[in-house]
């Protein structure tokens, strides 16, 4: 089946960390640009990180310096990880991949993060 799958999701107290997981199956994610996205409840879903298929990348002015997106090409995954969380970090965060030329794309089912004391 052709998919993402995110793990590593839960209950952090401020001032944690986090790490975010995303494996691909079924395709190869090396000619994708990869991206974590996030909804809060009542709240649009918005751009966290994105990485694209050569490494560069771009943050949200909100997590920049706390969160760091990478990607393991040979594991066919992409990892957010996630330092110095804060309560408005708590969201459903969604791994998203989109083909750079063809312009497909896939989305995981989401993982929510949770941060409170």
């Known amino acids: 089946q052709v998919g993402l799958v995110e793990s590593g999701g839960g209950l952090v107290q401020p001032g944690g960390s986090l790490r975010l997981s995303c494996a691909a199956s079924?395709?190869?994610?090396?000619?994708?640009?990869m991206a974590w996205y996030r909804q809060a409840p009542e709240k649009q879903r918005e751009l966290v990180a994105r990485?694209?298929?050569?490494?560069?990348?771009d943050y949200a002015d909100s997590i920049k310096g706390r969160f760091t997106i990478s990607r393991d090409h040979a594991e066919n995954t992409v990892t957010l990880q996630m330092d110095s969380l804060k309560a408005e970090d708590t969201a459903v965060y969604y791994c998203?991949?989109?083909?750079?030329?063809?312009?497909?794309?896939?989305w995981g089912q989401g993982t929510q993060v949770t941060v409170s004391s």
């Open positions: 998203n991949a989109e083909h750079e030329i063809y312009r497909w794309k896939y």
């Open positions: 079924g395709f190869v994610l090396s000619t994708y640009a």
């Open positions: 990485m694209g298929s050569s490494g560069d990348t």
